[in-house]
């Protein structure tokens, strides 16, 4: 094996280029129009450029995949996870082009990676597997009493969450077939869906294998994802916090026996439903390298993706599962573009500022995102991977929420601050977690959040007037420290919609005294590096870090908390330049979409009665489908996208009069 091409993208295009770089073999990646300005493309050694802008025509298409093979002269292809990766056609025409696929056999995906075979396969193999059914959307309807509510629907070829809806009542159902048979189709080009009784509290549970040529498979132990939004992992942990080594025992043999039972090469992984009594039952099977594989590697000390393609060139497995020992614990926290307080809304666009933290025992495995890079709406919201390693649990977690607090990105939502306050909370720290934890406590979760970020101002005020000021003593006039002229110098800042004013009585090269809510405070801004300062506050010290976005207005981060503070007596524009004006705001009655995204149903017509939380418009961002509802009782009397428009936020989608 010479050259790898990499059907896929992202952090995990660059994950295994590492990996082929560490053993000399050279990479190719394609890439769709919309990665074209991504700074990852850098680190192959080629890149080949799909045509078309649609998932089918770039990184589902398995014909234009083979052919940049061909013409890159690569032998081996790593389809990473998604897109293609589960696909047994694509395994089989790599097979049939002497192309070696570096995942398993399409005989072996064909028995596990369709969900619906999947479940036969355990069953045959003695596994406990949920009640389910399978078939038609009318027969679905027909056949679904037979398990009873609270059903889960799922896309047949799906995972990592896409093609999922639980559905507690029967006037819920119809729409929720048709929407998960949409989502499979577009994203994996399969639109069969089923089944399965939705178990109430359970935990997520999967055991990681590797199977060579020769027939050996063995398990790296057990990692623990119960914590989801959306059905999608968000906290993974290894080992489970939750499982008796007994357990561990069981679901870990039962994973290998499984896997055995149909002659499984290459990596992969086993999922498992564990119920509050510790019984677990098979979920599915991921045959591809899984998203959450780095907290395995930190805990084995083996790198999954060098395995893949050692068995892959017909290598037999070097390692015996006597050998194999998890040490420490590792936590990984997906790093994602999204609103936690909107639903958990996609979030694309600029970012303006990012940086990672960096240390012992962190590991960032991302596309290395830049500032000023563009985060596009048409992929998955997950930007990087955060992972962190400790002699236990609670070293761990301890190590990732600091390293959270030392994670920057600005211009974009996303959810860092939600990501440590679950590492915070005691139900994360006692392990009183489910799979259905986040989407049952999330409004608890976020005022809790909110409550802890409710510092005293002083410590964020404080850095950014010191800030301002020693910005300021380059300039040749005292004036353009401390603004327009007053008889006692005062600042008004800007915080949380509130003003705050400093009245300044001394500034000295080495610190600033100000009057505050009546207080004489002294402080003092030492410069650590890197953003990283430490204010001293009346002998105090407190860390924060500071940046500086336009004059005058300063991101205080303290205590993991970002403020934005403004500085009112400075002009808050570039360059001496106005700012652009205003998009123009849609007239009254007009809906918009809460992101941009593509127009995937148009539920309405002009003149349609509709009611208050009728479905209007679906949007979909980053593959997820967004339901636009009407905010109010009345007639669509405009309607002015339909299905395949692309939509920005500030485009009326519907009138409603």
């Not at 990283?532 to 303290?558: A, C, D, N, S, T």
Request: glycine share 8%; net charge negative; aromatic share 8%.
């Amino acid at each position: 094996m010479k050259k790898i091409l990499i059907a896929n993208r992202g952090e995990i295009a660059v994950r295994i280029i590492r990996t082929a770089k560490k053993m000399q073999i050279s990479t190719v990646l394609i890439y769709a129009p919309q990665d074209a300005d991504a700074a990852y493309l850098k680190e192959a050694d080629e890149t080949v450029l799909l045509d078309g802008q649609s998932l089918n025509e770039t990184y589902l298409n398995i014909g234009s995949i083979i052919a940049a093979a061909k013409a890159t002269h690569a032998d081996a292809i790593h389809p990473g996870y998604g897109f293609l990766s589960e696909n047994a056609a694509f395994a089989s025409a790599c097979r049939d082009e002497g192309i070696i696929f570096i995942g398993p056999t399409p005989e072996a995906m064909e028995a596990m990676s369709n969900k619906i075979a999947a479940r036969k396969t355990a069953q045959a193999a003695g596994v406990p597997v949920t009640p389910g059914i399978t078939g038609t959307i009318p027969e679905l309807l027909a056949q679904y009493p037979s398990i009873g509510f609270p059903l889960l629907i799922k896309a047949a070829a799906g995972g990592g969450g896409k093609g999922m809806r639980v559905v507690q009542q029967e006037p819920e159902l119809k729409d929720a077939l048709e929407a998960t048979a949409r989502e499979a189709k577009n994203y994996f080009g399969d639109d069969t869906v089923y089944i399965e009784k939705y178990i109430e509290a359970p935990r997520h549970v999967e055991v990681q294998v590797v199977g060579d040529q020769q027939g050996h498979v063995i398990h790296l132990f057990d990692r623990e994802c119960s914590l989801q939004r959306r059905h999608q992992k968000i906290i993974e942990e290894a080992p489970s916090p939750t499982l008796t080594p007994e357990v561990r025992e069981k679901i870990c043999n039962a994973g290998v026996q499984l896997a055995a039972a149909i002659g499984y090469q290459s990596a992969g992984t086993l999922e498992f439903l564990v119920d509050p009594d510790l019984s677990f039952y098979f979920l599915e099977m991921n045959t591809r390298i899984q998203v959450e594989h780095p907290v395995t590697e930190l805990t084995t000390g083996i790198d999954i993706v060098e395995q893949q393609i050692r068995i892959a060139r017909g290598e037999p497995l070097s390692l015996q599962q006597k050998d194999i020992h998890q040490k420490g614990h590792a936590i990984e926290c997906r790093i994602y573009a999204e609103d936690p307080e909107q639903q958990f809304l996609p979030s694309p666009g600029k970012i303006t500022f990012y940086k990672e933290p960096g240390g012992e025992g962190i590991r960032i495995d991302g596309m290395l995102l830049q500032s000023d890079a563009t985060v596009t709406g048409d992929f998955d919201p997950m930007i990087a991977k955060l992972i962190t390693w400790g002699t236990n649990r609670e070293a761990a977690r301890t190590k990732m929420t600091e390293a959270l607090q030392q994670y920057f990105i600005y211009g974009i939502k996303n959810n860092l601050t939600f990501l440590r306050g679950l590492l915070q909370h005691p139900d994360f720290i006692e392990n009183r977690i489910s799979t259905k934890y986040i989407d049952q406590h999330l409004q608890v979760l976020l005022h809790d959040l909110n409550e802890q970020q409710k510092n005293d101002p002083l410590v964020p005020l404080a850095a950014a007037l010191v800030f301002s000021l020693k910005q300021g003593q380059h300039s040749s006039s005292v004036w353009n420290q401390i603004g327009y002229w007053r008889l006692v110098p005062q600042i008004t800042f800007t915080m949380d919609d509130k003003n705050f004013i400093l009245s300044l009585t001394k500034i000295a090269d080495a610190f600033v005294c100000f009057e505050y809510n009546g207080q004489s405070i002294q402080a003092q801004l030492e410069d650590a590096g890197q953003h990283q300062f430490r204010i001293h506050i009346q002998e105090q010290v407190y860390p924060v870090y500071i940046f500086k976005w336009l004059p005058g207005v300063y991101m205080i981060r303290y205590n993991g908390v970002d403020y934005e503070v403004k500085r009112n007596d400075i002009l808050h524009i570039v360059d001496e330049q106005l700012p652009p004006p205003a998009s123009t705001v849609a007239k009254q009655g007009g809906i918009t979409a809460p992101m941009p995204g593509k127009v995937i149903k148009v539920a309405v017509t002009e003149g349609t009665a509709v009611k208050k939380g009728d479905l209007l418009v679906i949007v979909e961002a980053m593959k997820m489908e967004n339901n636009i509802l009407s905010p109010a009782d009345g007639v669509a009397d405009g309607v002015f996208v339909k299905e395949g428009d692309k939509v920005d936020t500030t485009a009326v989608l519907v009138h409603i009069k």
